[in-house]
């Protein structure tokens, strides 16, 4: 089990940007390094969808609707885990989850959420 700890929902126009963080600050360095981490994120009345991952290499993956807008990157020795979120839209707009699976036992954690909101 996993604590994770997220910050960075807002409230912002279309076009706007932010940036999302999620750190496991209980976690030692080798257990983190263990973890791939994600953000997903679930609209009102819509299914929760994977918008990005990252593996401990820093090997990236990217839900098609945010491509070239989202990037998702990790510091190891901070723990922690970021979600940039650039040229945002209404559609963007959702609780954000931070998502961590261990790649040993496949146990996954969720952080609480942050809220998204992108309207002008």
């Known amino acids: 089990q996993v604590s994770l700890v997220e910050s960075g929902g807002d409230l912002v126009t279309p076009g706007g940007s932010l940036r999302l963080s999620c750190a496991a600050p209980?976690?030692?360095?080798?257990?983190?390094?263990?973890?791939?981490m994600a953000w997903y994120r679930q609209a009102p009345g819509e299914q929760r969808e994977l918008v990005a991952s990252?593996?401990?290499?820093?090997?990236?993956n990217y839900a098609d609707s945010v491509k070239g807008r989202f990037t998702i990157s990790r510091n190891n020795s901070r723990k922690t885990v970021w979600l940039q979120m650039n040229s945002l839209k209404p559609e963007d707009t959702a609780v954000y989850y931070c998502n961590a699976r261990n790649t040993l036992s496949a146990e996954t954690s969720w952080g609480q959420g942050t809220q998204v909101t992108v309207s002008s």
């Open positions: 209980r976690l030692i360095f080798s257990t983190y390094t263990m973890l791939e």
């Open positions: 990252i593996t401990s290499d820093g090997i990236t």
